[in-house]
């Protein structure tokens, strides 16, 4: 039984990568047991409805080894996003692969109450979206908050952006409310997973910067996410990089979320202005897209703004170097639409401020996935905590 259990668990650990596949020659290298046991155990596998082995059909000769895989069809798992400007849900099957996804958007200034409906709205949704059939066989959600949480009790601690949304038993009302179990993680852990997953080799470490309205980060080292003793960890957006900077909405002052989020732009675009610096931006009307637009199209204060916040993101990256040591920094969110200003900014500044061994093998690079990201993310979450905490 043992044998089962932690051949399956490293079975598993090899196949929840995207496009992964091991076959027969490999799994055998590498386990030290007979082949003729491990075939038994991967057989009994095959007929739990686990795992699955499409190529092989019958003994051809001279025939390549038929990868297996992990089933499809085995269970079905939920993912949850709640934003400040949206909710989101997916439901991805063993694989990997989306079914179906749903997503609303929110009004602005949405409270703890409105939330709440939100997320029974997409749950609704997803659960007629998906038919009977699919919704019978979902085993587990990943819920990913937008603020600090408490993993082990699943509970919401506080997100500042949202009213009333602090100290919630969020896992409890999601298993009443839907009789569903539910891990809970910030959104930020949730992303940086997703962005560890698409790597064909992970990396030993990686640490996650989201660029966008706020900034936020998460970090995962051998495969585990981390979030501080306390669910306090990674808040690099309140890491303060100018000590006499503008008052950050945590009550300190020059916090780098204050000076490169979407409203430390806008303070900047409107010093440009009353300094008569010619430029297309406009505070009152500005978006995050529009500052990209401009700073592509060679505006002057736009450019400039640029390359101070990339400067400044370069900056705060540098504790982060010097305390992990991390194999690969990745930055998300729309700020990274700057990356051929960003990417060699911060490669500079890190650099310059860092010992060459915490840098010389450092890989810094910007993500490919798209903002919904995140949703998915909370699902494989949940899928690869269900394979891999023995509950399979
Ligand atoms: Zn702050």
Redesign the pocket.
């Known amino acids: 039984m043992t044998d089962k259990k932690s051949i399956g668990l490293s079975i598993f650990k090899k196949l929840l990568f995207p496009g992964a596949a091991l076959t027969r020659s490999e799994l055998v290298k590498l386990h030290n047991i007979r082949p003729a046991t491990l075939f038994a155990i991967v057989d009994e596998l095959k007929d739990d409805g686990i795992i699955i082995e499409p190529e092989r059909k019958g003994f051809k000769t001279g025939r390549k080894a038929s990868p297996l895989k992990l089933n499809p069809d085995f269970g079905y798992f939920i993912g949850i996003e709640l934003h400040t400007s949206y909710c989101s849900g997916v439901i991805i099957d063993t694989e990997g692969n989306v079914c179906v996804s749903v997503s609303i958007k929110s009004e602005a200034g949405k409270d703890e109450k409105r939330c709440l409906s939100e997320i029974t709205e997409v749950m609704e949704k997803l659960k007629a979206d998906s038919g009977g059939a699919v919704w019978a066989k979902t085993k587990t959600a990943g819920f990913a908050d937008p603020g600090l949480v408490n993993g082990r009790d699943g509970i919401s601690v506080k997100a500042v952006n949202i009213k009333g949304w602090s100290n919630l038993k969020t896992r409890e009302w999601f298993a009443n409310s839907f009789a569903k179990s539910c891990m809970l993680v910030p959104s930020n852990s949730a992303r940086t997973y997703i962005e560890y997953k698409q790597f064909n080799n992970p990396p030993e470490s990686l640490f996650h910067i989201e660029l966008d309205q706020g900034i936020g980060a998460g970090f995962i080292k051998d495969e585990k996410l981390f979030s501080g003793d306390s669910f306090c960890g990674m808040e690099i ?2 890491i303060s990089i100018m000590p006499d900077g503008p008052l ?5 002052r020059g ?1 780098l ?2 000076v490169v989020g979407e409203e430390g732009i806008r303070k900047k675009i409107s010093e440009f202005k009353s300094s008569r610096v010619e430029t297309k931006l406009n505070p009152d009307s500005f978006s995050l897209e529009e500052f990209i637009k401009c700073v592509n199209q060679n505006d002057k204060a736009a450019s400039l703004i640029a390359y101070e916040i990339s400067e400044k993101i370069g900056l705060a990256l540098v504790p982060v170097a010097a305390l992990l040591n991390p194999s690969v920094i990745l930055m998300s969110g729309r700020l990274t639409g700057l990356d051929k200003i960003l990417l060699p900014a911060v490669k500079r500044v890190l650099t310059l401020n860092c010992m060459p061994r915490a840098v010389n093998s450092l890989i810094v690079k910007v993500s490919t996935l798209d903002r919904q990201a995140t949703t998915m993310g909370a699902a494989l979450l949940a899928r690869d905590q269900f394979f891999l905490s023995g509950s399979v």
């Open positions: 957006g309140h950050c909405q945590c009550g300190n916090c979320e204050a």
